[in-house]
Structures are given as C-alpha cells and as structure tokens.
T-cell receptor
C-alpha cells in the first residue's frame, strides 16, 4: 500500500517569506498526489493535485508543488506567505480508484 | 464541482448511545466513499471503504460491528457509531471518489466538512 511521509511536524515562517513543505511518498506505480489544507475544526480543502503531465502543478491561493519521481517527493511551495495561510497541511497519495493515505501533517505558523 | 455534504457537523451524545453520520454527494454519483477518523493534532486515518450496494471494507483494527457503514445508494453513505464511548470522540470525515480514475480533470476525491463527535 502507498504511504506518505511529511518530515516536518511544525514550521514557522515570517509573513512575506517563502515556504516549502516537504512530502515524500512510497508507491509502486505512478501516484496520484495531493496537498490539502485544514483549518482548526474544519474539513479539508484541496490545494492542488498531480496525476500526470507537467510535474510543476499550480494550485489555489498561490501554492504550487513539484513532482520529482527520482526523489519520490511532492513538495509544496509558496513564494510569499500570508498570515491567513496558517493551518495544517496534509500531503496525500492515492492509488487508482482506491483510497488515499495521508501524511502526518505539517502545522504552519506565520509570524507577523 | 463535486460536493459532498456531511451532517451533522457537530454532535454530542451520551455514552452507550448510537450516532449516525451522513454523507451525500450533491451533484455526482459516488460509487466509492471513504470514511476517515482524525484524532486531535493527528492525521486522517482511513477506517473503511464503502462501495454502493456492497459491504464495506474495513481497515485493520477497525471494529466493523461498532462502526456500521451503509452505502445503499449512489448518493448516500452513512456511518453509525454504535454504543459510543468517550474514546470514540473524534473528528470523522468522509470522502468520495470522483470520476473513474482515468486521469482526467474530474478525477480526484472530494471531502465532506467533517463531524465532530463528542461522547460524554
């Protein structure tokens, strides 16, 4: 079965600084990769997803992620963080017509 | 886009009672739905996969007699927590598989907004 590792449990960045959240996956075939954001007590909102094609994926709210097959990674980036980006971020890998497995999540704190 | 409506958003119940959580796909047919549980400050853990018209497939360690899943139609899946205890207090989220997994833009998963269950 597929699995996901998010090495950073908690990251703090200053508002306006750049952000990169790491995600590594394990899956035997071409993965379906996702990044979700969750605010406290809320459900999940999809930021972006990768299935095939261009390995640099653009998402909502100015986020992007790059699929690197050689590194089994799908890191999330944003050039300039806003205070409203403070939340929990989950990377997930899905199999074709199957369930998704989530990473442990990275909590983002934004300093003023 | 594909929307899954999950109700209730919050529920408090007494220990020993049962609680039903509903997930409805509003503008698409959800052949496959997934139920997750999330403990505070932890990730989502898959509990079970439900396919319309057949029995749910439970993950290892999840009690199927305690967490009853019914997926009787293409637009509704329910999770019933039977004889709830305080340790069942958690955030439960459903998701539905959108599309046929062919890699097109409609593929993916859409999530409900979650149900906060508190058992007292």
């Amino acid at each position: 079965a597929q699995s996901v590792t998010q090495p950073d449990i908690h990251i703090t960045v200053s508002e306006g600084a750049s952000l990169e959240l790491r995600c590594n996956y394990s899956y035997g075939a071409t993965p379906y990769l996702f990044w979700y954001v969750q605010s406290p007590g809320q459900g999940l909102q999809l930021l972006l997803k990768y299935f095939s094609g261009d390995t640099l994926v653009q998402g909502i709210k100015g986020f992007e992620a790059e699929f690197k097959r050689s590194q089994s990674s799908f890191n999330l980036r944003k050039p300039s963080v806003h205070w409203s980006d403070a939340a929990e971020y989950f990377c997930a890998v899905g199999a074709r017509n199957n369930d998704m497995r989530f990473g442990a999540g990275t909590r983002l704190t934004v300093k003023p | 886009g594909a929307v899954v409506s999950q109700h209730p958003s919050r529920v408090i119940c007494k220990s020993g009672t049962s609680v039903k959580i509903e997930c409805r796909s509003l503008d698409f047919q959800a052949t496959t739905m997934f139920w997750y549980r999330q403990f505070p400050k932890q990730s989502l853990m898959l509990m079970a996969t439900s396919n319309e018209g057949s029995k749910a497939t439970y993950e290892q360690g999840v009690e199927k007699d305690k967490f009853l899943i019914n997926h009787a139609s293409l637009t509704l899946s329910t999770l019933t927590v039977t004889s709830a205890h305080p340790e069942d207090s958690s955030f439960y989220i459903c998701s539905a598989l959108v599309g046929s997994g062919t890699g097109g833009p409609q593929d993916g998963y859409t999530f409900g907004s979650g149900t906060r269950l508190t058992v007292v």
